[in-house]
């Protein structure tokens, strides 16, 4: 397994994103979570753009990535660098601390800081959350993603064949938790002590707060509960979208999402009384 990701393909790393997509929207169709009326073909092909240039921007900075892990392994610097520990032990702590700080924390920061939230933003502007609204980030957000796995990595001290299978996983979990598949409720109940399942995740993507503020975890579900944004809710009421932006016209063309974060800051509305699920 070492070897095989310390020096997985760039093709394998493609193919798993496409196989993802693939397999999760065969199960869309046969189990959905909501019906959802829309054009499947031409929400895909915007989706499909923003995963391109998402792994553009990843192939272009990928070397940042590898001289930060080859730098904090050879100088022993991160947690897991710091102890002797059993090769079961190292890779569980390393995943935890990957997807804590580069993906629950990064999402975290992002929905709390204005200028990084008008990238992010893009993402949530879908309202038709299937599989492809996994890696729907505007090319500046995908930067931003890239900046706090460097950080986790240096805080970890992750070595490069643990940082390919973390995003192998982080990948795989992503386009899992974004599908829209209904999972029996015994199977749900027992994922989601552990992962964060389509149930859980679709909530963060209702089109009011203060629910686009829960359930920010991507592989890992337990991270919300120790740190207080986990909430359930009656899914059947969810409305997804992004209040500020709702109108068709920009939020189904590439050429407005793109413009999204250098337009005016659009603050979320202000409810007279808030909504309950």
């Known amino acids: ?12 790393r493609t193919l798993i994103i496409v196989v993802g997509l693939v397999v999760f929207s065969l199960v869309e169709s046969a189990a959905p979570l909501f019906s959802l009326d829309y ?26 990535l590898l001289k930060t892990s080859d730098w904090v392994v050879a100088k022993e610097i991160g947690v897991i660098q710091f102890f002797d520990l059993p090769l079961w032990l190292f890779l569980i702590l390393g995943l935890l601390l990957l997807d804590l700080i580069g993906a629950y924390t990064a999402h975290w920061v992002e929905h709390h800081v204005q200028w990084m939230w008008q990238f992010h933003a893009v993402h949530h502007t879908d309202q038709n959350i299937d599989v492809t609204t996994a890696n729907r980030h505007h090319p500046g957000e995908s930067v931003i993603r890239f900046g706090f796995t460097i950080l986790a990595t240096a805080i970890t001290g992750a070595p490069i064949w643990l940082i390919m299978l973390y995003q192998s996983i982080s990948v ?7 599908s829209n598949i209904g999972l029996p409720a ?10 964060c399942t389509p149930n859980m995740h679709h909530v963060h993507h209702h089109y009011r707060q203060p629910y686009s503020d829960t359930n920010y975890g991507n592989i890992f579900s337990f991270w919300d509960r120790i740190f207080s944004t986990y909430t359930k809710v009656d899914n059947d009421k969810l409305v997804y979208g992004l ?6 016209e920009e939020t189904e063309s ?10 005016p800051y659009r603050p979320h509305i202000k409810y007279d009384k808030p909504e309950k699920l």
């Not at 397994?1 to 394998?12: C, D, G, K």
């Not at 209040?243 to 068709?248: I, L």
């Not at 590439?254 to 337009?263: A, D, N």
């Open 39 to 64: 054009k499947r073909g031409k929400h895909a092909l915007i989706n499909i753009f923003f995963t391109l240039t998402t792994i553009a921007v990843n192939f272009v900075l990928a070397f940042l």
């Open 1 to 12: 397994m070492i070897e095989y990701f310390n020096t997985i393909p760039s093709l394998h």
């Open 243 to 248: 209040d500020t932006h709702m109108e068709k």
């Open 172 to 178: 795989v979990l992503s386009q899992f938790n974004h």
């Open 254 to 263: 590439i050429v407005e999402l793109l413009k999204v974060p250098f337009k």
């Open 186 to 195: 015994w199977l749900d109940k027992i994922m989601v002590t552990v992962f």
